[in-house]
């Protein structure tokens, strides 16, 4: 399996910059016929957007951005951060995109408490099961 790194600065809230970016790292990826393209935590919206994950328009933002990568995964399965909204709660999570629709959704495990970042005064923990997925006859963990 060929993965490609997409390790890039993501801004806070420049959802058009940073779906620019990402929409060409995806066909960039595909050029180099790579299997799978992985994204870090976050890069749809930028990372760490504190007190803006309280904002709808920011969180709605999110998605629209997020709305307009997926048709540009086919042909290639994408790994990305992106902020989820589920029953009034929000996660930190990693989507996994394949054929042009999300098919798993991994929610951050472990939220960050320290003195710089408090993970939990934002996000869910997510305590369903562990998880992998099955992609080209391989097993794929993401955590």
């Not at 801004?11 to 910059?17: C, M, S, V």
């Not at 990305?80 to 798993?104: C, D, M, R, W």
């Amino acid at each position: 399996m060929k993965i490609v790194l997409a390790q890039q600065n993501y801004i806070i809230a420049d959802f058009k910059g940073n779906t620019e970016k990402i929409i060409e790292s995806i066909k960039n990826a595909k050029q180099k016929k790579a299997d799978l393209i992985v994204f870090p935590e976050m890069s749809v919206c930028g990372h760490y957007p504190y007190e803006l994950l309280n904002n709808k328009t920011f969180l709605n933002n999110s998605q629209k951005a997020l709305q307009e990568i997926i048709p540009h995964c086919v042909d290639i399965a994408v790994v990305i951060g992106n902020i989820v909204q589920k029953n009034q709660k929000l996660y930190n999570s990693a989507l996994f995109i394949e054929n042009g629709q999300i098919s798993h959704q991994i929610n951050k495990r472990n939220l960050i408490n320290n003195d710089l970042l408090d993970e939990s005064r934002y996000f869910c923990n997510d305590e369903n099961e562990f998880e992998t997925i099955e992609y080209l006859n391989k097993r794929i963990a993401i955590t």
